[in-house]
């Protein structure tokens, strides 16, 4: 799938589109994620993603479906699927926009400092089969933020790596990917250390 965003912005051109969709009020999930189809699956994991950093994820049960939602898309890149798939029930989930834009509004700063910072680093991490650990790390992150509900904002660090996995993704700099895994490589360690 081809990336539609500015090349030279690609995050904050993300966070503006967002912010367009939702001014026509109560926006569901499909029509945010559908409007990024054609952009590929790197842009369309930012989406929620972003959604989780911001203080939409005080809202109960917002990480839980940001995080299926993040699980869903990285499952069906690693499938190699054309298009998303999003449950009904999921899809038909509204938001609202005020809010929506209020939270973009927030990261458009971090956005902004991040294509600002962002060149071809690190660029092995592009190949396979490196490159699958990538997605595969998305989908595990997403999966878990369901379980980090009960933690008020504890999910937000969680959409932090996945955004910038995605980013990292989108502008090709492997440092991004690097500072995302790192949570993973923790929590691996930490698992081999007790067993």
Known sequence: MTVDPDLDRPLTSIVDRVGDITKEGQVSLDRVVGAFEKTGFATMLI???????????????FSSLCGVTICLIAAQWLMKRDRVWLPHWLGQQSLEGDKVRVAMNKLRPAARWLDKHSRARARFLFRQPLRALLPLSCLLFGAFMPFLELVPFSS???GASVCLIAFSLLTRDGLFA?????PLAIVVWALTALF
């Open 156 to 158: 937000s660090l969680l």
């Open 47 to 61: 989406v929620p993603a972003a959604a989780v950093v911001t203080p939409l994820s005080g809202i109960p049960l």
């Open 178 to 182: 690097l500072a995302a895994l790192l």
